[in-house]
């Protein structure tokens, strides 16, 4: 008895030893060289300082910029307004030559919705948005094509909107939506990428922010939900805002990658504490038995 309690002490304490190591690694991998360098150092747990300009700030039931002009997938001159009066919509903010961080946006997206019993085109619209001005209907064209192929059903391609424009017109939503974002170096050390958090938008078909979606995976219940709802013209509430920051950029590869920093030292905390719990329970549980185990043989010597 006494023996397998060791064994089993052992191996918690492994396993939790394990669990503290894995739970702060995340807080150390957030700060990176680039940020330190380009403006100032940063020590802790804090975020670079280049990203602390790249947030999401929840503007609920702020209206969007409906006379802004853009540039759609086909070379058509269009008003951001074109895409409500009568359905809901996905607004999504991305760059198309982002090397990672929307690509898994957009794979969200098309993966939450073919679990939606709704239909792009006749229930909603899906509009996406470039942040880069330097961006062409030709790329916008080419996103389009990916994401409806993606998507797996070439019928609704008319409710998905791939569109570029000036850089006016793109700050006008950006500021609407409250979404965060600053120019980084690419791979040959120009200011041709973007760092910035990852967010969709629903909006009412009046054009109102109705909720927001933080992270790159959407819970195709909640998607849908949500669009019933801001189609009701319903303003949901504000979310929690633990994904907005889970961008980071690597200097030493040239490449964007994710950091679920914040979640996975969560995750790392609420295992220590299962742990340690399981462990007090076992502990007391095996000296308690000992115990009755001694007294049973006295009472029989």
Not at 18 to 23: D, E, Q, V, Y
Not at 240 to 245: G, P, R
């Amino acid at each position: 008895m006494r023996f397998s309690s060791t064994i089993r002490l052992a191996v918690s304490l492994s396993v939790l030893a394990l669990a503290a190591r894995f739970a702060a690694v995340p807080a150390r991998a957030q700060v990176t060289d680039y940020g330190a360098k380009a403006e100032g150092e940063n020590r802790g747990d804090q975020l670079p300082t280049v990203l602390q300009r790249v947030a999401v700030s929840q503007h609920l039931n702020a209206q969007l910029p409906l006379g802004a002009t853009f540039t759609d997938e086909a070379g058509r001159p269009v008003k951001l307004g074109d895409y409500f009066g009568k359905k809901p919509a996905i607004l999504a903010l991305v760059y198309y030559n982002c090397p990672m961080l929307c690509s898994e946006e957009m794979d969200g997206v098309t993966g939450a919705l073919e679990m939606v019993h709704l239909t792009p085109g006749k229930d909603f619209s899906v509009v996406v948005i470039s942040i880069d001005p330097s961006e062409t209907p030709e790329m916008a064209a080419r996103n389009k094509t990916l994401n409806v192929k993606r998507y797996g059903r070439p019928e609704t391609a008319d409710g998905w909107h791939f569109l570029v424009g000036p850089k006016t017109s793109i700050d006008a939503v950006t500021d609407a939506v409250g979404f965060g974002y600053v120019r980084v170096p690419g791979p040959d050390g120009k200011l041709t990428q973007f760092a910035h958090a990852s967010s969709i938008e629903l909006v009412t078909p009046q054009g109102r922010i109705a909720q927001y979606y933080l992270g790159v995976e959407y819970s195709p219940k909640d998607m849908m939900l949500g669009l019933i709802e801001a189609s009701g013209n319903k303003i949901g509430s504000p979310v929690a805002n633990i994904l907005t920051y889970c961008y980071h950029y690597d200097p030493q590869t040239n490449k964007h990658s994710l950091i679920v920093a914040r979640v996975v030292q969560l995750g790392g905390m609420v295992t220590m504490a299962g742990l340690g719990g399981f462990m007090f329970l076992m502990f007391r549980r095996d000296v308690r038995l000992g115990r009755e185990h001694d007294l049973t043989k006295k009472g029989n010597g």
